[in-house]
């Protein structure tokens, strides 16, 4: 591959994730409503990409759906927020001609994701969601940058044939780095840099299971809503593997600084 080939798309992604991320800072930082449409259109758009690919029927309808009902649990009790969400995505699954098994995973994934990291941020404050964004970013920088110039062996060819062990490892010193760096911010201890590890490791484990879904399916990407990354779910699949751990570490009481 030629160097003007390697890094193509190098423009356009870094002009979208400028964009995103001025929408989402902004979102965090009001918090509130805002931040809760935000998440339940974003996850919307992942359930609708997620169905197209399967070939589901009703695909637009899904996702809306799926948007209202993140909507409406973020006002019931947590009790309902399991049922909700299971039966949303059994009714995603009943779209489907085949495969519906792993529809109802994914769709599930997603929408447990999308709750997780609405969740954190009313539950546990702007801190821990910046924390969390952070180290998906620099997870996925760092790798981003470290792959391409390093190259080397593979992680998962059969998954995901462009992710290298070198672009995982500086994943990881990326994720400790945001660790350290926010120690003090949210009055954690030291083992916030090993936890920080593992969620960067979560999110990069939803972006391979997210390439194997779009493998199984012979899809490139699960959309072509943002220029330079695919679809929506393409640039959040990192975000929602990453949430998932973190809501679950929160409520466990696991996180160094936060309370249950």
């Not at 929408?23 to 805002?34: D, E, H, K, N, T």
Request: net charge positive.
């Amino acid at each position: 591959m030629s160097a003007s080939a390697q890094w193509s798309d190098l423009r356009a992604r870094v002009i979208s994730a400028f964009l995103m991320a001025l929408v989402g800072a902004f979102a965090v930082w009001q918090g509130g409503l805002l931040y809760v449409e935000l998440v339940s259109v974003i996850c919307g758009l992942m359930v609708w990409e997620t169905a197209r690919m399967f070939q589901a029927r009703q695909a637009i309808a899904l996702g809306v759906a799926a948007a209202v009902v993140l909507n409406v649990i973020h006002f019931l009790p947590g009790v309902f927020v399991a049922p909700l969400l299971i039966a949303m995505a059994l009714v995603a699954a009943g779209q489907a001609e085949k495969d519906k098994p792993v529809l109802f995973a994914v769709i599930a994934w997603v929408l447990f994701g999308s709750f997780a990291l609405m969740h954190l941020r009313t539950a546990a404050g702007t801190g821990w969601i910046l924390w969390l964004v952070f180290i998906v970013v620099a997870s996925d920088v760092a790798g981003y940058f470290a792959g391409r110039s390093l190259g080397g062996p593979k992680f998962w060819p059969k998954i995901s044939p462009k992710k290298t062990w070198s672009g995982t490892i500086a994943g990881w010193l990326g994720a400790a780095l945001v660790g350290v760096a926010f120690i003090g911010t949210l009055g954690a201890t030291g083992a916030l840099v090993f936890i920080s590890i593992l969620v960067g490791f979560a999110g990069q484990m939803g972006d391979i299971a997210q390439s194997a879904v779009k493998r199984r399916q012979g899809v490139k990407d699960s959309s072509d809503l943002i220029p330079g990354h695919g679809g929506v779910f393409d640039r959040f699949d990192a975000m929602l593997g990453a949430g998932v751990l973190t809501i679950l570490l929160w409520a466990l009481g696991l996180l160094p600084g936060a309370g249950a």
